[in-house]
């Protein structure tokens, strides 16, 4: 018997460094070894992704295929174009391949593909090794020995890992890899059904991913923007991937040892810009091009170093790494329900409006992508309003056009714009939220994104809902003058800063010095030189909100309650008075960690100055209107 044919499968792992997967294939000592990416058409149609994202992931993908050149000239990571679920077993015999080597995935679709491949691969008589890396510690192992719990805190996770075990440290890159051999591919190629297509409204070009099973010219090559039918100028983005990128930003970082060792999430400001004060290696955290082990202990050993007045969890950098881990094995025991709050038993069900249409599966009911009932047109002028940043709320407009435009926010800006759109004015179900933001987002994590949409909506994770952020205070708080609002939101750029968070009440003499006028909703019949009116007043919105999560939490329904499910929710939340959804005094301004401090009785006025909105009495549009009992028109 010869020596192993290893067929090695890049995903989410798209680095050389810190690679446990890729380590087993090399300690098989193997005649011949093939990096390999396939495209999984469950992510190039299924799953949202704007351009910035599609760009950030072609980065990572060559430049670790000129990083397997440099290591061996004959080869590069080889990208072939079919369903891993019919493509692997074709190449296991055009290929003649002994060995299967991947990193376990977490995703609740992955892991269901990922055991249908190794059903595909022990038929042929090809052995699978698997290796756990995505994370600081293996999630499945996490969940046995939390019995089968989710993750729900950073402590729980914390004493659950001590159980597991220390956290691995990293191991190095290789030095050498083994020769590719002939690679034939004049099987049949399976096209994918590419209908529905989430992604249709970004292709601009002819979509020809799949035109040829080894690419337009034959050799393997990185897909392009425009083979996947995307235009190059729709990659906006300025941050560039790839794991040399990511260790270099990692040396830059440790670099600074006082920034690294005291770092705290909380103290860094989500104004701050060119640069940000954050690392921004989630994305490629999110890729695999940077290993979270090694980002860890790099951290942790400064830590011990600097000893005294260094930062410790939740607030360090090895904080937010044990974020990331808690949410990945929360997922990993939920499953599927998950992203969603029908049938997740840990997710609160709050009746907010534009909730998300279902569909029945094998797997149960399941929220449908990007789909939802407009139970109320003014929320749902609200959502197109909130995502397309013209809220008349400055900081949260300016943020939303820098998440558009490049793909990222800093993780406090993440929670002012999630607060706002939930239980802090617009009560928009935040399934809604996090759509844009998968779609948007190019360090898009479906674990963290649910995640931290349930805790920015006190459905999970966190219940403090009378902590609020204002999107007056808040900002601020990190930007007195108000030049991220001036870089984002252009027609504001020559307000004078006493008016530059609130320009509803600034004088028509103010606003003519700055040559914009407040009119109109930023989204019908738009002119040069003018600023939308704000879309509510954000005290009474407040407050309405606040009442209605008060109901919602005395009532205590959760998302696999029969209930729910039934849609009898309605008759309790009715019989609890719901109908007058009467608003509550008090509240705070923060996010939720006491981050604002600001005075709250200053924003009271908010919305209410020289062109504040006129109240009107609420007219009924659908069943979730009762839960807004005044809307300002």
Same mark, same amino acid.
């Not at 192993?4 to 460094?17: E, G, I, K, Q, S």
């Not at 809604?432 to 933001?437: C, H, P």
């Given at each position: 018997?010869?020596?192993?044919?290893?067929?090695?499968?890049?995903?989410?792992?798209?680095?050389?460094?810190?690679?446990?997967?890729?380590?087993?294939?090399?300690?098989?000592?193997?005649?011949?070894?093939?990096?390999?990416?396939?495209?999984?058409?469950?992510?190039?149609y299924?799953?949202?992704?704007?351009?910035?994202?599609?760009?950030?992931?072609?980065?990572?993908?060559?430049?670790?295929?000129?990083?397997?050149?440099?290591?061996?000239?004959?080869?590069?990571?080889?990208?072939?174009?079919?369903?891993?679920?019919?493509?692997?077993?074709?190449?296991?015999k055009?290929?003649?391949?002994?060995?299967?080597?991947?990193?376990?995935?977490?995703?609740?679709?992955?892991?269901?593909?990922d055991?249908a491949?190794?059903?595909?691969?022990?038929k042929?008589?090809?052995?699978?090794?698997?290796?756990?890396?995505?994370?600081?510690?293996?999630s499945?192992?996490?969940?046995?020995?939390?019995?089968g719990?989710?993750?729900?805190?950073?402590?729980q996770?914390q004493?659950?890992g001590?159980?597991v075990?220390?956290?691995?440290?990293?191991?190095?890159?290789?030095?050498?890899?083994?020769?590719?051999?002939?690679?034939?591919?004049?099987?049949?190629?399976?096209?994918?059904?590419?209908?529905?297509?989430?992604?249709?409204?970004?292709?601009?070009?002819?979509?020809?991913?799949?035109?040829?099973? !080894?690419g337009?010219? +034959?050799?393997? =090559? #990185?897909?392009?923007?425009?083979?996947?039918?995307?235009?190059? /100028? *729709?990659?906006?983005?300025?941050?560039?991937?790839?794991?040399t990128?990511?260790?270099?930003?990692?040396?830059e970082?440790?670099s600074?040892?006082?920034?690294?060792a005291?770092?705290?999430?909380?103290?860094?400001?989500?104004a701050?810009?060119?640069p940000?004060?954050?690392?921004?290696?989630?994305?490629?955290?999110?890729?695999?091009?940077?290993?979270?082990?090694?980002?860890?202990w790099?951290?942790?050993?400064?830590?011990?170093?600097y000893?005294?007045?260094?930062?410790?969890?939740?607030?360090?950098?090895?904080?937010?790494?044990?974020?990331?881990?808690?949410?990945?094995?929360?997922?990993?025991?939920?499953g599927?329900?998950?992203?969603?709050?029908?049938?997740n038993?840990?997710?609160?069900?709050?009746?907010?409006?534009?909730?998300?249409?279902?569909? !029945?599966?094998?797997? +149960?009911d399941? =929220? #449908?992508?990007?789909?939802?009932?407009?139970?109320?047109?003014? /929320? *749902?002028?609200?959502?197109?309003?909130?995502?397309?940043?013209?809220?008349?709320?400055p900081?949260?407009?300016?943020?939303?056009?820098?998440?558009?435009?490049?793909?990222?926010?800093?993780?406090?800006?993440?929670?002012?714009?999630?607060?706002?759109?939930?239980?802090?004015?617009?009560?928009?179900?935040?399934?809604?939220?996090?759509?844009?933001?998968?779609?948007?987002?190019?360090?898009?994590?479906?674990?963290?994104?649910?995640?931290?949409?349930?805790?920015?909506?006190?459905?999970a994770?966190?219940?403090q809902?009378?902590?609020c952020?204002?999107?007056?205070?808040?900002?601020?708080?990190?930007?007195?003058?108000?030049?991220?609002?001036r870089?984002w939101?252009?027609e504001?750029?020559?307000?004078?800063?006493?008016?530059?968070?609130?320009?509803?009440? !600034?004088?028509?003499?103010a606003l003519?010095?700055?040559?914009?006028?407040?009119?109109?909703?930023g989204?019908?019949?738009?002119?040069?030189?003018?600023?939308?009116?704000?879309?509510?007043?954000?005290?009474?919105?407040?407050?309405?909100?606040?009442?209605?999560?008060?109901?919602?939490?005395?009532?205590?329904?959760?998302?696999?309650?029969?209930?729910?499910?039934?849609?009898?929710?309605?008759?309790?939340?009715?019989?609890?008075?719901?109908?007058?959804?009467?608003?509550?005094?008090?509240?705070?301004?923060?996010?939720?960690?006491?981050?604002?401090?600001?005075?709250y009785?200053?924003?009271?006025?908010?919305?209410?100055?020289?062109?504040a909105?006129?109240?009107s009495?609420?007219?009924?549009e659908?069943?979730?209107d009762?839960?807004?009992?005044?809307?300002?028109?």
């Amino acid at each position: 018997m010869g020596k192993p044919r290893v067929l090695y499968w890049f995903r989410t792992d798209l680095r050389l460094h810190d690679s446990p997967a890729l380590k087993a294939a090399l300690d098989l000592d193997p005649a011949v070894l093939w990096p390999i990416f396939t495209w999984d058409p469950h992510y190039v149609y299924r799953v949202k992704g704007g351009v910035n994202r599609w760009q950030y992931l072609l980065d990572c993908q060559t430049n670790l295929s000129e990083s397997i050149q440099k290591l061996n000239a004959k080869s590069k990571l080889f990208v072939l174009r079919e369903a891993p679920q019919t493509l692997f077993p074709k190449l296991f015999k055009a290929w003649n391949i002994t060995h299967l080597v991947f990193e376990r995935d977490t995703d609740a679709y992955a892991k269901e593909r990922d055991k249908a491949v190794i059903v595909l691969a022990e038929k042929a008589g090809v052995r699978v090794i698997t290796r756990s890396g995505r994370t600081l510690w293996d999630s499945d192992e996490l969940v046995a020995k939390n019995g089968g719990k989710p993750t729900m805190s950073i402590t729980q996770l914390q004493a659950v890992g001590r159980k597991v075990g220390e956290i691995p440290r990293p191991i190095p890159a290789p030095t050498h890899l083994p020769d590719p051999d002939d690679m034939p591919v004049e099987f049949k190629q399976d096209k994918p059904d590419t209908d529905p297509d989430l992604n249709a409204h970004h292709r601009g070009g002819n979509d020809e991913t799949y035109d040829k099973i !080894a690419g337009p010219n +034959g050799d393997f =090559a #990185i897909a392009t923007l425009q083979e996947l039918g995307f235009s190059a /100028a *729709e990659a906006t983005t300025p941050h560039r991937g790839g794991e040399t990128i990511a260790l270099g930003r990692l040396e830059e970082i440790f670099s600074d040892e006082e920034y690294a060792a005291t770092f705290r999430k909380p103290k860094t400001s989500p104004a701050a810009f060119e640069p940000q004060s954050t690392t921004l290696l989630s994305p490629m955290l999110h890729f695999g091009a940077l290993s979270p082990r090694l980002f860890y202990w790099r951290a942790q050993d400064l830590v011990d170093k600097y000893g005294k007045g260094a930062s410790t969890p939740p607030e360090s950098l090895t904080g937010q790494l044990l974020f990331r881990d808690m949410y990945f094995a929360a997922q990993a025991a939920i499953g599927s329900p998950f992203v969603q709050t029908l049938n997740n038993a840990h997710c609160r069900f709050i009746p907010w409006h534009l909730p998300s249409k279902a569909e !029945a599966t094998d797997a +149960g009911d399941v =929220a #449908i992508s990007g789909e939802y009932h407009v139970d109320s047109p003014q /929320a *749902e002028k609200w959502f197109q309003r909130w995502k397309a940043g013209v809220t008349g709320f400055p900081f949260v407009d300016a943020l939303m056009r820098q998440l558009r435009a490049e793909g990222w926010i800093h993780h406090l800006g993440r929670h002012m714009v999630a607060c706002f759109l939930t239980r802090g004015g617009c009560y928009v179900h935040w399934e809604r939220g996090a759509d844009v933001f998968e779609e948007w987002l190019i360090d898009h994590e479906p674990a963290c994104n649910a995640g931290n949409w349930q805790w920015l909506s006190c459905t999970a994770f966190y219940s403090q809902y009378y902590r609020c952020y204002s999107p007056v205070a808040f900002g601020q708080k990190w930007d007195k003058k108000g030049e991220f609002i001036r870089k984002w939101v252009p027609e504001l750029k020559n307000l004078d800063e006493k008016f530059i968070y609130e320009p509803w009440k !600034a004088s028509k003499a103010a606003l003519g010095k700055a040559s914009v006028k407040i009119e109109g909703d930023g989204l019908e019949h738009k002119r040069d030189g003018t600023y939308p009116t704000p879309m509510f007043d954000f005290s009474e919105r407040r407050s309405v909100c606040m009442a209605a999560m008060k109901r919602a939490y005395s009532i205590g329904l959760y998302g696999n309650d029969d209930k729910v499910k039934d849609g009898t929710w309605k008759e309790l939340f009715e019989k609890a008075g719901e109908t007058e959804m009467e608003g509550l005094d008090g509240g705070n301004d923060d996010d939720g960690e006491n981050a604002d401090d600001a005075d709250y009785k200053k924003e009271r006025g908010a919305g209410a100055g020289k062109h504040a909105r006129s109240q009107s009495t609420a007219t009924k549009e659908g069943p979730m209107d009762r839960f807004a009992k005044k809307l300002r028109t």
